[in-house]
């Protein structure tokens, strides 16, 4: 097993060989590839000082599995050329979640779906992870008629340089790079990634249009508002949800407990309840506040939380790969 990371010096790429070692993944040979301006510099991983190499010298070396973190436009333009030599892709971007030919994957709800054929497998969106994941069970229980989510999103979706944005704000530092187009400390962004001709952004495109794929259902019915705010740890989620059928809460509960890699903290008269400086550095997904909207018929509200580079990213990327190994689905 040769395994490439794609984007190893950036924040998810750091992530997912921390996942990789965690999680004792079974490769004899690591390559490390990023930019061209990173090639040729030394990275330590598990002890061993290895050199970070090029695009063009991670295709000639031929890898089994490709975990890709290095962003939409270099997915789409070196995605298939690793495919061409018969790597299998795992990405991290937004640019294959669409395609009708490529699966979108959370392995705990549609693993079942990947055939040996599939050489691109897209890893959907961070916020559309945690959300189907703690929904998935209940669409099976009770049918989900209707979705709608507000999200609450660490600056670490954004990367570094966000993050050394937010840090250097409440330093009260000047920052040469502004990444978003208003401060981010001490304050709220109604604004992730781009505007779309509807009004609403690309990133609150993706929650509807991904859940859809992911659930096989595309009668269920999603709206989102996403919202950048100063936090570092983990997204998280307000979610409203209406079912075909009514659900005892009792019932609910167990079900998400009983759902692997679902934690339900649910005991607010205690003052217990998901947040991300407690999911910081988790793989699960945090699921708590559950209580019936009493303004509708057949409708739950509950809050998710997950560490946006963990599950959100790299660790469903590697339970990807995990998969496809464990079936012989890697020749």
């Not at 294959?96 to 979108?104: E, F, V």
């Not at 059928?245 to 649910?266: C, M, R, W, Y």
């Amino acid at each position: 097993m040769k395994l490439a990371v794609v984007g190893a010096t950036g924040l998810v790429g750091g992530e997912i060989l921390k996942v990789l070692e965690e999680r004792n993944f079974p490769y004899e040979e690591i390559l490390l590839v990023a930019s061209a301006r990173s090639a040729g510099k030394q990275m330590t991983y598990k002890g061993e000082e290895l050199t970070i190499i090029s695009m063009e010298d991670a295709v000639k070396r031929k890898p089994d599995v490709a975990i890709f973190s290095a962003g939409g436009g270099t997915s789409l333009e070196w995605a298939p050329k690793f495919q061409e030599v018969g790597t299998i892709v795992i990405d991290n971007s937004s640019a294959w979640r669409m395609s009708p030919r490529h699966k979108l994957i959370v392995p705990e709800i549609n693993a079942g779906v990947i055939r040996i054929d599939d050489r691109i497998i897209a890893n959907p969106n961070c916020s559309t992870i945690q959300m189907v994941l703690a929904l998935a069970p209940l669409h099976k229980q009770y049918g989900i008629k209707r979705i709608v989510v507000s999200t609450y999103q660490s600056v670490t979706g954004t990367g570094k340089a966000a993050v050394d944005q937010m840090m250097s704000e409440r330093a009260g530092e000047e920052n040469p790079e502004m990444v978003y187009p208003h401060k981010i400390d001490m304050n709220v962004l109604p604004h992730i990634d781009v505007f779309q001709e509807n009004g609403y952004t690309k990133e609150e495109m993706k929650m509807i249009l991904e859940t859809k794929k992911i659930m096989g259902d595309e009668s269920i019915e999603v709206t989102a508002t996403c919202v950048r705010i100063p936090t570092m740890g983990g997204h998280s989620e307000a979610v409203n949800v209406e079912f075909q059928n009514d659900f005892d809460l009792a019932e609910v509960k167990q079900i998400l407990e009983s759902t692997p890699g679902i934690v339900v903290e649910d005991d607010p008269s205690n003052n217990v309840y998901p947040m991300p400086v407690n999911a910081h550095e988790k793989d699960e997904v945090f699921v708590g506040r559950l209580r019936r909207d009493d303004t509708q018929a057949n409708t739950l509200n509950m809050w998710i939380v997950a560490d946006n580079l963990r599950k959100g990213a790299a660790t469903n990327a590697v339970q990807i790969a995990e998969y496809m190994v464990e079936h012989s689905l890697v020749y």
